[in-house]
């Protein structure tokens, strides 16, 4: 992997909210980058500005300074519609992200459209197989599925595209423990089927351990460490605060 432009860099990035008195700084010199086919965790307490970064990454988050680069191409400020081809987000709640009254057809067909393929509807039934779905889910509703059904049918929506990087923000944290576990071997499945990038953000250790090959513990808008997935392993970390993360997490 080395030598190889990688998917995704952040460099010095700073996202902040609001104007003079009223600033808020979430995010505060924020550097790393994820190689092709990585998946690199964003780990720390609510509030630490992991969901913040995706969000600066997506153009959800207006202002922000720093660098960031997509396949060695820097982001520009008015995300064109060929961005999107190459970078998907999953959000945390199933419940919200997907409208109530699209059947799944609706919502692939249309994420297809958009995106200029044609032979839709191989192609929504292929994403359903991708998902582990399968045709019965088609003409369903969002009312109609289980929480851990509605993140398959939102995460087929951020695979329609054909992207190379998935930005995936707490993606299990809004479901049944039982489903979480399911949904997250589904990622890992997709990731090595799909070649895809995933950079995840998660409050879960234990999560992030199962999924990532690097992290970045983030603390008050700052990365305070970033910890190979060996070092969550053997509890070898340098900064205080991930080692309150590491012992919090037994």
């Known amino acids: 992997m080395s030598g190889a432009t990688p998917m995704l860099e952040v460099e010095n990035l700073d996202v902040w909210f609001g104007l003079g008195r009223d600033r808020v700084d979430a995010v505060k010199s924020a550097s790393f980058s994820v190689e092709q086919g ?8 609510s509030g630490s500005g992991k969901s913040t970064i995706l969000r600066a990454i ?6 922000w ?8 191409e820097p982001i520009p400020r008015k995300r064109p519609k060929s961005f999107f081809k190459k970078v998907q987000m999953v959000f ?3 419940y919200a992200s997907l409208h109530p009254r699209q059947s799944v057809d609706r919502v692939l067909g249309e994420t297809l459209r958009l995106h200029g393929f044609s032979n839709i509807d191989n192609r929504v039934k292929r994403l359903l197989d991708d998902v582990g779905l399968g045709q019965a889910f088609r003409f369903r509703y969002p009312h109609q599925l289980s929480g851990g059904q509605r993140q398959r049918v939102a995460i087929a929506r951020a ?10 923000d707490e993606p299990t944290s809004a479901l049944d423990v039982s489903v979480q576990a399911e949904i997250l071997n589904l990622l890992a499945d997709l990731r ?3 070649g895809l ?8 250790l234990s999560v ?5 090959n690097r992290l970045a513990v983030m603390k008050d808008g700052e990365i305070v460490e970033i910890l190979s997935v060996e070092d969550l392993r053997t509890r070898n970390a340098r900064h205080e605060y991930s080692r309150h993360l590491l012992d919090a997490s037994l």
Not at 65 to 72: E, F, I, Q, T, Y
Not at 208 to 212: E, F, L
């Open 92 to 94: 945390q709640d199933p």
């Open 65 to 72: 300074s720093g660098s960031l680069k997509v396949a060695g």
């Open 197 to 204: 990038t995933y950079l995840m953000v998660s409050h879960d």
């Open 58 to 63: 997506t153009g959800l988050a207006p202002d």
């Open 159 to 168: 695979l329609a595209p054909e992207p190379k990087l998935l930005l995936l």
């Open 208 to 212: 992030v351990g199962h999924m990532c």
């Open 192 to 194: 090595a089927e799909h």
């Open 38 to 45: 990585e998946s690199f965790g964003l780990v720390g307490e």
